[in-house]
């Protein structure tokens, strides 16, 4: 059975930093690419990053784009999500998902995590 | 950038069709992907590539796509189907995914 278990959210004062973690199991994780998804409360789903199979090729939404930084470690099963200077407009549940295939183009996300809830407050 | 528009609310009878619209320019040309999210839960890929449904999933589901509108229906909707619908595609000139605007399905 595919598992993602996200950690590491919380509250975080505006400017600073964070990490997320999304640990996997049930699936050869290095054979697919994976991503983060956020939802702000009472809003829609946003693509935040994704990462090839083998790191080889990353992608960021604009929103984020030189503040968060994708990263996994295949031998550990884990993906993850670097955020600096966090702002107000960052608080949201963050999901790790799954891709359907090694490259993060075009391909649907097959399975998601229950997601992490960041809060950016002061 | 690219921009999915998609009704905020869809209501359908029990029993009834409900067909869920996804406007983009030209989106004919890409792959789209829906996903239904249920109240507290994470979202479930309901159709990928336009049309094809994963194992799980009932052929009530459907999906096309042509133009500038994808569509997802759900024949025979029933309370379960209650729930948000997003639908997917790859932006190749921005290099990132785009996830529509949301729409919330209501069985009356």
């Known amino acids: 059975e595919v598992q993602l278990v996200e950690s590491g959210g919380g509250l975080v004062q505006p400017g600073r930093s964070l990490r997320l973690s999304c640990a996997a199991s049930?699936?050869?994780?290095?054979?697919?690419?994976m991503h983060w998804v956020r939802q702000a409360p009472g809003k829609g789903l946003e693509w935040v990053s994704g990462i090839s199979w083998n790191s080889g090729s990353i992608a960021y939404a604009d929103s984020v784009k030189g503040r968060f930084t994708i990263s996994r470690d295949n031998a550990k099963k884990s993906l993850y999500l670097q955020m600096n200077s966090l702002r107000a407009e960052d608080t949201a549940l963050y999901y790790c998902?799954?891709?359907?295939?090694?490259?993060?183009?075009?391909?649907?996300?097959?399975?998601w995590g229950k997601g992490t809830l960041v809060t950016v407050s002061s | 950038s690219y921009v999915l528009t998609q009704p905020p609310s869809v209501s359908v009878a029990p029993g009834q069709t409900a067909r869920i619209t996804c406007g983009g320019n030209?989106?004919?040309?890409?792959?789209v992907h829906w996903y239904q999210q249920k109240p507290g839960q994470a979202p479930v890929l309901v159709v990928h590539d336009d049309s094809d449904r994963p194992s799980g999933i009932p052929e009530r589901v459907s999906g096309s796509n042509s133009g500038n509108t994808a569509t997802l229906t759900i024949s025979r909707a029933e309370a379960g189907d209650e729930a948000d619908y997003y639908c997917?595609?790859?932006?190749?000139?921005?290099?990132?995914?785009?996830f529509g605007t949301g729409t919330k399905v209501t069985v009356l």
């Open positions: 998902a799954k891709d359907s295939s090694t490259s993060i183009a075009a391909r649907p996300m097959d399975y």
């Open positions: 049930g699936f050869t994780f290095d054979d697919y690419a």
């Open positions: 997917q595609v790859w932006d190749t000139s921005g290099n990132h995914y785009v």
């Open positions: 030209n989106i004919g040309s890409k792959g």
